[in-house]
């Protein structure tokens, strides 16, 4: 988060920590058996977790690199609250789990959709959690209850990166439709479709300003004005 370090996987167990300054190696990970799957910072930069191809959740202090938690299951997925504290990944076949960072304890389990959930995100303010999944739909979830709150349906395809504005009140899902698509994170109404793309969108992020979106699909990147819709 504070643009010093980036960790990569490159398709093997091994993760590796940068130092963007110079571009020096600064530590290996080693302790997952099969391939990472997908990587994600706390915040606070403090933390890493890692996710692999075998079903491994891992969290690491991300210096000095020690591993101080291990979780088993078939995860996928990975999400952090803004303060670090709490970890969520969805496991198949059924599940989602929210994790203690501090003492790896597991604090909540969330019953999904019976579908399978593809990416997950918390709300800025760790109050909420958002999961979508393989057949087009996306749920709000309460964290301390675990209660099922919203469900949102739009997209035609499998809903493949969901993220929250900084101020929470704005959701944001990408999709292999072509399309993303801007809800209310209170009352679930869908606020604005972005122009449909030919090709699958496979990334999108906010400005630090929350006025802007970058989606990426195919080959080609593109910037939307939030407020307006336009390329």
Not at 179 to 191: A, K, N, P, Y
Request: charged share 25%.
């Amino acid at each position: 988060p504070d643009g010093q370090r980036l960790a990569t996987r490159g398709g093997t167990s091994v993760i590796q920590i940068w130092d963007l300054a110079s571009g020096r190696e600064l530590l290996k990970l080693k302790g997952h058996r099969e391939s990472v799957h997908d990587l994600a910072f706390s915040p606070d930069g403090r933390l890493l977790a890692s996710v692999s191809a075998g079903g491994d959740v891992k969290l690491w202090s991300s210096l000095p690199g020690r591993e101080i938690a291990d979780q088993r299951g078939l995860p996928w997925g990975l999400s952090h609250t803004a303060d670090g504290r709490r970890l969520a990944y969805a496991h198949l076949p059924d599940w989602i789990a929210i994790q203690d960072t501090q003492s790896g304890r597991q604090t909540a389990n969330l019953r999904r959709l019976n579908r399978l959930i593809l990416t997950l995100a918390f709300r800025p303010d760790g109050r909420q959690l958002a999961t979508s999944d393989g057949f087009g739909k996306t749920a709000i979830w309460e964290v301390e209850t675990g209660r099922l709150l919203r469900v949102l349906r739009g997209h035609g395809h499998l809903v493949k990166q969901v993220i929250y504005s900084r101020d929470g009140r704005r959701l944001i899902t990408g999709s292999y439709d072509g399309t993303v698509r801007i809800w209310d994170s209170e009352s679930g109404q869908e606020l604005r479709v972005l122009a449909r793309s030919q090709n699958t969108v496979e990334a999108l992020d906010l400005s630090p300003d929350g006025r802007r979106i970058v989606v990426a699909d195919g080959e080609v990147a593109r910037i939307y004005n939030i407020a307006t819709g336009q390329s």
